[in-house]
């Protein structure tokens, strides 16, 4: 285990962050527009996410860079500012954290099919290794490779992660069905802990696709499968569709009365993502206080 996680599984639970890009939106980012392009257009903007979940209490905070890399950005026309983006997302948060919080870096999936042949493995490796270097080069504490549902492409990004000496933390999207938690590719929470720990994984988990009512079996499942500190993210409950738009209804007090369970279960690391915000985390912060 990297000396970073160490330090900080010294006293668990650790509070990391809520969601940016809905955050984002309410500051003006269009739906369908490119988040990661706001760390050079709107980098105040973005500094006041960060800034926002580290007066919420956050111990760890990402940046804003989950699509960053060369294959997302090719959609926006942005291929060729990969490093730019990457570093300025660093800066951005690290100067938001003022040393009071970690910043780990986000790094989301390519967005593109390895098992339809869109992308070849050497592709995505490369495509993780420029990514992952611009973000370590520009002093981020750790990796956050997020919302993977395909494993293949997730112990790829694991790799280069592992590569650029600092902590990795992987998580996968798992949804609920009959046999209970599968990513969209099939794999089991057990799959999953078993290819991520053997990638070389510090911390793993899951973030989004299931409402945080159904994580409690998602890090039962991961824990009886592994001995690595446990990262979860989960949704703010499950979202209502309002004109094409994602509406959550969960708030803060009913979502943090979730987290006890989660702790329980054996997570380590706990956040919110999609229709979380600040407030979620302050009453995460508050309610953990209160327990201990």
């Known amino acids: ?63 804003n860079t989950f699509g960053a890399n060369r294959i997302a950005l090719t959609r926006y026309g942005a291929a060729d500012r990969v490093a730019e983006i990457n570093r300025r997302g660093v800066e951005l948060s690290r100067a938001a954290a003022g040393g009071k919080a970690r910043v780990f870096a986000s ?50 990004a694991v790799t280069a992660a592992r590569a650029a000496g600092l902590p990795v933390v992987a998580c996968m999207t798992f949804t609920s069905g009959k046999q209970g938690p599968r990513t969209m590719m099939g794999t089991t929470c057990a799959q999953a802990a078993q290819a991520l720990e053997e990638a070389g994984a510090d911390v793993i988990g899951a973030n989004c696709g299931e409402g945080i009512e159904g994580f409690r079996i998602i890090v039962e499942q991961f824990r009886q499968a592994t001995r690595l500190p446990l990262w979860v993210k989960p949704n703010a409950g499950v979202p209502e569709l309002v004109d094409g738009k994602a509406i959550y209804r969960m708030n803060a007090e009913t979502f943090a009365s979730y987290i006890p369970d ?24 508050r309610l953990l206080s209160k327990a201990h």
């Open 1 to 63: 285990m990297h000396p970073t996680v160490k330090e900080l599984v010294a006293s668990v639970p650790v509070v990391t962050d809520g969601a940016w890009g809905t955050q984002l939106q309410t500051l003006g980012l269009p739906v369908g527009a490119c988040p990661d392009l706001w760390n050079l257009e709107r980098p105040e903007c973005v500094r006041e996410v960060a800034e926002s979940y580290v007066a919420a209490g956050s111990q760890i905070i990402l940046t």
């Open 107 to 156: 790094v989301g999936p390519s967005g593109t099919m390895l098992f339809l042949g869109q992308v070849t493995e050497a592709e995505l490796a490369a495509c993780f290794k420029e990514q992952i270097e611009a973000l370590a080069e520009a002093g981020a504490d750790g990796i956050v490779i997020e919302t993977m549902s395909d494993l293949a492409e997730a112990t790829i």
């Open 262 to 285: 989660l702790v329980a279960a054996g997570a380590s690391f706990i956040g919110g993502c999609c229709g979380t915000s600040p407030e979620f985390i302050s009453q995460m912060v």
